[in-house]
């Protein structure tokens, strides 16, 4: 069963658009939800993370919205640069656990 | 701050070849993970270990062994490789106590 399921699969928006990426997850245990970027090439990185304590985590042109009641989160990217084209991670697990579930991941492009 | 460095950079190997992949990082970090990232499915754990000499399955680890030598390395010998497997392996390294997992550019791997 996938623990955490990400959408849409792939998105293209323009720059200075918003774009939206969405993420759900299975265990309401699950208490930590980091954001990770993937440029070609390289490994992941972390970009923003948010505690299940708080409902909005804000990190420059990223905020992330958490839903605790209906499992689901979003990575919101304001004002997109055609340097954020990247593909992007949602995971989740228990703090401090060490294991991360992760998403199979949206693949954004900014168009110019 | 620091890095992790993955050799090889290209892996290519034949069916049932014995292959392994290494891992190095001079954060100072206890745990370190090995995932597997196979083309639209995200990253999933394979291994990881919280200490020297520890070793801890995740959830893809047949068909894998993993060897963590001393700190600041950490093995991953995929046991026989299978025909036309096309993966990238990625390594990473977090503290104990920290969530932030910190990953290597990873070893992409083509079985002939």
């Known amino acids: 069963q996938q623990q955490v399921r990400q959408s849409p699969q792939s998105l293209t928006v323009w720059e200075g658009e918003t774009a939206i990426l969405n993420c759900s997850y299975e265990?309401?245990?699950?208490?930590?939800f980091p954001w990770y970027q993937q440029f070609p090439g390289e490994g992941p990185a972390l970009l923003i993370s948010?505690?299940?304590?708080?409902d909005k985590k804000e990190d420059g042109r990223f905020t992330i919205f958490f839903n605790k009641r209906e499992k689901k989160l979003s990575l919101h990217i304001t004002d997109s640069q055609p340097g954020d084209s990247a593909t992007y991670f949602c995971?989740?697990?228990?703090?401090?656990?060490?294991?991360?579930?992760f998403g199979s991941g949206t693949k954004l492009t900014v168009e110019p | 701050g620091g890095i992790i460095t993955q050799t090889p950079k290209f892996l290519i190997g034949q069916e049932g070849q014995k292959l392994t992949l290494k891992c190095q990082q001079n954060?100072?970090?206890?745990?370190m993970y090995w995932y597997r990232q196979d083309s639209g499915k995200g990253l999933r754990l394979i291994y990881y270990?919280?200490?020297?000499?520890?070793?801890q399955k995740g959830d893809l680890s047949e068909g894998y062994d993993a060897s963590r030598e001393k700190k600041s390395s950490f093995s991953l010998t995929v046991t026989s490789a299978q025909k036309n497997e096309m993966a990238v392996f990625l390594c990473?390294?977090?503290?104990?106590?920290?969530?932030?997992?910190?990953f290597g550019p990873g070893t992409r791997l083509l079985v002939l």
């Open positions: 990473a390294s977090s503290r104990t106590g920290q969530d932030t997992q910190y």
């Open positions: 265990d309401s245990t699950f208490n930590y």
């Open positions: 948010i505690r299940s304590v708080s």
């Open positions: 995971a989740a697990s228990l703090s401090n656990y060490n294991v991360l579930y």
């Open positions: 954060f100072n970090h206890d745990t």
């Open positions: 270990s919280i200490t020297e000499n520890d070793l």
